[in-house]
């Protein structure tokens, strides 16, 4: 049997859970050079498809991560590619939080894009697989464009692979988990 590497791990919980096709084609290339700690309060721990509910999640987490470039700068996302539902994705991505210009792996160095908004799926909606992803960035302190964030329709459909490409953003981490609806 072969040995299995972290990469090779996270890949198949991508699959397993199907954001690989949702979110990335079978030929995109996923390539995790750190991982990317997550945790909410109550060292309730973010990993690659475990369950955290709704009242779990409404407060910020703490994000923590190696930097794989020590003085590069990194973008953290949370998007939910489920909104409002996953048989029903028409307005997901929806955009959660948003973090850019974070140095050495502190993300509270950052700045808010996006403030941050706890998941929310809704009653009867099933799984929602909530999603961060790290981006190295190619230029450190970049001026990153205004998004309206303070109505819900402003989050809906967040293109972030234009958001990445437009902006020069490299995926350097992937971390997930699923959060059921309310019954």
């Known amino acids: 049997m072969p040995l299995l ?3 090779d791990a996270i ?5 397993q859970h199907q954001l690989i096709p949702d979110l990335w084609s079978g030929e995109e290339t996923i390539s995790s050079s ?5 945790e909410y309060p109550e060292d309730l721990q973010v990993s690659f498809g475990n369950t955290l509910l709704k009242s779990q999640t409404q407060s910020c987490p703490t ?3 190696v930097p794989p470039e020590e003085d590069a700068q990194y973008t953290l996302m949370m998007i939910d590619p489920d909104a409002p539902s ?3 994705g028409e307005f997901g991505p929806w955009r959660h939080w948003v973090v850019v210009n974070i140095k050495a792996g502190d993300v509270a160095s950052g700045d808010a894009h996006t403030p941050y908004i706890g998941p929310g799926p809704g009653p009867n909606s ?3 697989r909530y999603t961060f992803l790290l981006f190295k960035q190619g230029k450190p302190n970049h001026a990153f464009a205004p998004m309206a964030h303070q109505e819900k329709p402003d989050r809906r459909r967040f293109a972030f692979k234009d958001f990445a490409a437009e902006n020069d953003l ?3 981490a992937v971390n997930f988990f699923v959060c059921p609806a309310d019954q």
Do not use: I, P
């Open 5 to 7: 590497t972290a990469q």
């Open 11 to 15: 890949v198949a919980s991508l699959k």
């Open 34 to 38: 750190t991982m990317l700690q997550v």
């Open 63 to 65: 994000v923590q991560f």
């Open 86 to 88: 996953r048989s029903n």
């Open 126 to 128: 099933g799984d929602h």
């Open 170 to 172: 490299e995926l350097v």
